[in-house]
């Protein structure tokens, strides 16, 4: 059984940087999209970046173009998404997910249906 694990949520203050990282246990997350969401509170999930299984294919939300990038190691089984500029409208649960109906360098779209296997979230506050 498939399990995604987000790594790296934290306090930090605006205009600083993160990295978050999202593993997989049971069965590996190389072949497959995958996306990072985020829900702060009191609002909907919303898709914030994905990247295509080969790792060629980005997207991003207009909100986070030109501060956050998403990048994949697949030899760790991992994929980042490094956060800078931080402000404090990004403050959220931050979920990593897989598609598992887009392999090779079929293009990902960050619409939350598209994801079956969801992460427990990590926690990131943006706050001085």
């Known amino acids: 059984q498939l399990q995604l694990v987000e790594s790296g949520g934290a306090l930090v203050q605006p205009g600083g940087s993160l990295r978050l990282s999202c593993a997989s246990s049971?069965?590996?997350?190389?072949?497959?999209?995958i996306g990072w969401f985020r829900q702060a509170p009191g609002k909907e999930r919303e898709g914030v970046s994905c990247?295509?299984?080969?790792?060629?294919?980005?997207n991003y939300a207009d909100s986070v173009k030109g501060r956050f990038t998403i990048s994949r190691d697949n030899a760790k089984k991992l994929v980042y998404l490094q956060m800078n500029s931080l402000k404090p409208e990004d403050t959220a649960v931050y979920y990593c997910?897989?598609?598992?109906?887009?392999?090779?360098?079929?293009?990902?779209?960050?619409?939350?249906?598209?994801?079956?296997?969801w992460g427990q979230g990590t926690q990131v506050t943006v706050s001085s």
């Open positions: 990247i295509s299984s080969s790792g060629g294919r980005l």
């Open positions: 049971g069965s590996t997350l190389n072949y497959y999209a």
């Open positions: 997910a897989l598609d598992p109906k887009r392999v090779g360098p079929t293009p990902c779209e960050i619409r939350t249906y598209d994801y079956e296997y």
